[in-house]
């Protein structure tokens, strides 16, 4: 049963905590991408990697650290740098990157992170 | 003026009926197109990827004017089913950089 999966679904931090967030794809997908959405806003990105190995910044990406030692994995850190870190985070996979017009991305089930 | 721009609605319409969403992007460069849809706390799932003038997928068609910038999503027969946000998301690409820019969505509510 191929997939993307997030983990854990809902995830509570005190400030000044980091927290890493679980993103898994047995898609055999190439590019794999952080984005966070708040009420209101479209979906924001925060960091993509095409390859393993490499990543790049999205529009957001202060206060987040990223990953890509496995083509499967790309977990995200939310560090307390970040202002404002509440939010519901999707992670997202396409079977390649930068040359296919058609290219679509599909998405895990998120999660969502309080911070009290 | 924001990248991708879609009336946030709600449109409340009754089942049967037949509704029209619009989206309207600034980039030209713009190179393809899809609708999603997301249901309430979930994640968005692809509806749609729109090739050239348009495309139709049973009750859903989408249309693309690259003149006029401007993609639409007609949905016939409405079902009870059909009721969530419906994203409008373009994407293009600068060097290797597959980007996706989203609207902020169209909340569609089917009433009994």
């Known amino acids: 049963d191929g997939g993307i999966t997030q983990s854990p679904k809902y995830l509570f931090r005190k400030e000044g905590q980091n927290v890493t967030l679980s993103c898994e794809q047995n898609l055999n997908h190439d590019a794999m991408y952080w984005y966070r959405q708040d009420p209101g806003q479209g979906l924001r990105l925060i960091y993509y990697?095409?390859?393993?190995?490499?990543?790049q910044k999205g529009d957001i990406a202060e206060g987040y650290s990223v990953s890509r030692e496995k083509k499967e994995s790309f977990p995200l850190t939310v560090t307390s740098a970040q202002k404002n870190p509440t939010a519901f985070y999707l992670c997202?996979?396409?079977?390649?990157?930068?040359?296919?017009?058609?290219?679509?991305?599909?998405f895990g089930p998120g999660t969502r992170l309080t911070v009290l | 003026r924001k990248e991708v721009e879609q009336d946030p609605g709600p449109f409340n319409v009754p089942e049967g009926a037949t509704v029209a969403f619009n989206c309207t992007y600034s980039n030209s460069a713009s190179q393809s197109f899809f609708w999603y849809r997301q249901d309430c706390r979930k994640e968005p799932k692809l509806l749609m990827s729109v090739y050239s003038s348009g495309n139709e997928d049973g009750r859903f068609t989408a249309q693309l004017n690259r003149a006029s910038q401007y993609i639409s999503l007609l949905i016939r027969d409405s079902k009870l089913s059909d009721s969530a946000t419906y994203l409008c998301?373009?994407?293009?690409?600068?060097?290797?950089?597959?980007?996706?820019?989203f609207g902020t969505g169209t909340l569609l509510a089917v009433q009994p």
């Open positions: 998301v373009v994407n293009y690409y600068g060097g290797a950089t597959n980007k996706l820019i």
């Open positions: 997202a996979s396409s079977i390649r990157s930068g040359y296919s017009s058609y290219n679509e991305q599909f």
């Open positions: 990697s095409q390859i393993v190995n490499d990543f």
